[in-house]
């Protein structure tokens, strides 16, 4: 069992930066690739960037590259999303998840959840 919990999100202005945590409980955390996905109102949840186990492999969406820089430090059981360059188009909840698998874009893949942290970028 892995529980997740996100925590950075809040309100800027574009072109401002957040950086989002999820902080993962049990001692497997290096074990699972993990993903930051995020859904608007209205719209499927999506994967915008992920990590595989190691961190030596990462997916971007095509909307977040060049601007998101996922990582993480299986020391402190974290996955992080540097996010700059905000718009209102990222406007969103993020949610974090782990998968005890290769990492996937498949959102129904992916075997444990965080609750999700609220990111609203004002124009």
């Known amino acids: 069992q892995v529980q997740l919990v996100e925590s950075g999100g809040g309100l800027v202005q574009a072109g401002g930066s957040l950086r989002l945590s999820c902080s993962a409980s049990g001692r497997t955390f290096s074990s699972y690739a993990m993903g930051w996905f995020r859904q608007a109102p209205g719209k499927e949840r999506d994967l915008v960037a992920g990590?595989?186990?190691?961190?030596?492999?990462?997916y971007y969406a095509d909307s977040v590259k060049g601007r998101f820089t996922i990582s993480r430090d299986n020391a402190k059981n974290t996955v992080y999303l540097q996010m700059n360059s905000l718009t209102p188009e990222d406007t969103a909840v993020y949610h974090c998840?782990?998968?005890?698998?290769?990492?996937?874009?498949?959102?129904?893949?992916?075997?444990?959840w965080g609750q999700g942290t609220q990111v609203t970028v004002s124009s």
């Open positions: 998840a782990a998968r005890s698998r290769a990492l996937t874009t498949n959102s129904g893949a992916y075997d444990y």
């Open positions: 990590i595989s186990t190691s961190g030596d492999s990462t």
